[in-house]
């Protein structure tokens, strides 16, 4: 069933082998935190590497070249976080499977070059909590706070 992306949502794969040259299955596998039976653990890069016999930088590099690294995902502006949860909320392998498939292709068909503003989601961040804990009455009176010298003991 395509989608508003144009993407299917029904996945060509029924299973996930986490190989080092699999774009999808390294993206389930550290991204998503997709193991080979389908269920859901959160893995690092060093659980991926001794899963696959190699070494972390072996499977850095992996990530690089596939262009799904920390550093470029992040950056994408990809909602990662989204199909963090999606995954790890599906009921059964064969959904996390199809979900972890959707949510490959969405990051594969992103707007090229598309970048994270962080300044503007910084500012949001900062605007939205002023307003939410002025609102609550949570903003307590400023204090400034003045130490002597040696008033904190060794830790000075």
Do not use: K
């Amino acid at each position: 069933m395509p989608t508003a992306l144009g993407l299917q949502r029904r996945c060509p794969r029924e299973t996930v082998t986490l190989t080092l040259h699999d774009g999808f299955s390294l993206f389930a596998a550290y991204h998503l935190g997709l193991l080979p039976d389908g269920e859901y653990r959160f893995q690092n890069l060093h659980q991926l590497a001794a899963r696959l016999g190699v070494s972390p930088s072996e499977i850095q590099q992996a990530l690089v070249d596939e262009g799904i690294d920390a550093e470029t995902v992040l950056a994408s502006g990809f909602d990662l976080v989204a199909a963090q949860l999606a995954v790890m909320d599906a009921e059964t392998s064969a959904e996390r499977l199809s979900i972890a498939c959707y949510h490959y292709e969405a990051f594969r068909h992103r707007r090229p070059g598309a970048r994270r503003d962080w300044e503007r989601e910084l500012a949001e961040a900062a605007a939205e909590n002023e307003q939410i804990f002025d609102a609550r009455g949570l903003r307590g009176p400023q204090y400034e706070i003045t130490l002597e010298p040696g008033e904190l003991g060794p830790l000075d």
